[in-house]
């Protein structure tokens, strides 16, 4: 498996089970997050939906972030970023929310989106990354200046919630080639900023936050989250086998249709 999403990465992904869902059914359940055939779909060259996004951070959370600690990092879910660009009172929400109060950096999926009636609407991703201790909101957009307006909305908003001024700095981001990849690029840029730069840093060394001069494998990416799913998913299977291997009923069990599920 790659280090970090920037280099080719080969190996084929089983696809056998997916291709007999609908769109709509469930795929795999991953604690907080319920994949659909349609959006692990996307993975393949489209669009990456809310969902797809929001399983890569509950990852991050779930298989890295956990390995530290004494950090205190937020990933906030797509959702919630969005619903906060939405409020008119950001306040309001603080019970919706994590508690930022010891929070040093908040990573937030920034959407194009503004109907709130309309599911997955919007047209591009961007990456909003608030140094909270610092007072800075770092914006990565793989389509410069595309989501300027949005994520000054995201940190102006933010600012309201923590209760401090936040500088907006639209840094040097890897632009894309296509009109697909928006999503990818945040979910690699957040990985590569939360392991290689926060997480990875002493607590005294002075972090440089800019992509600058980054290659973003588009491809690689993709391929690496299916097969991180795959993984997942076949892991499920093999925990709910062993269940019913264990099941001391004479009878036998109706064939479940629920997905995969990995929840510890």
Aim: some cysteine.
């Amino acid at each position: 498996m790659p280090s970090d999403g920037f280099h080719p990465f080969g190996g084929k992904v089983s696809k056998r089970f997916r291709d007999s869902l609908a769109p709509e059914d469930a795929y795999l359940s991953y604690y907080d997050v319920r994949l659909t055939r349609e959006d692990v779909d996307t993975l393949k060259n489209d669009w990456l939906t809310d969902n797809t996004i929001a399983f890569w951070e509950e990852f991050l959370e779930r298989e890295e972030l956990v390995k530290y600690p004494s950090s205190h990092i937020v990933l906030l879910r797509p959702s919630m970023a969005f619903m906060l660009m939405q409020t008119r009172d950001p306040t309001s929400l603080r019970e919706a929310l994590p508690n930022f109060n010891e929070t040093t950096h908040i990573f937030l999926p920034i959407n194009d989106a503004r109907n709130v009636s309309v599911a997955e609407g919007g047209s591009h991703w961007s990456l909003l990354l608030v140094s909270a201790i610092d007072g800075v909101a770092f914006h990565y957009d793989s389509l410069n200046p595309s989501n300027y307006r949005e994520a000054q909305n995201a940190t102006h908003k933010l600012s309201q919630l923590l209760g401090k001024q936040l500088r907006f700095v639209n840094l040097d981001s890897p632009q894309q080639d296509n009109s697909s990849d928006c999503g990818v690029y945040v979910c690699i840029q957040m990985r590569h900023l939360l392991l290689k730069r926060l997480l990875s840093a002493n607590s005294r060394d002075k972090v440089s936050l800019s992509m600058g001069g980054k290659i973003v494998d588009a491809t690689g990416g993709r391929k690496e989250m299916l097969k991180n799913i795959e993984g997942l998913r076949k892991e499920g299977e093999r925990r709910r086998s062993h269940d019913e291997s264990r099941s001391s009923s004479p009878f036998p069990r109706k064939k479940d249709k629920s997905p995969p599920r990995i929840d510890s």
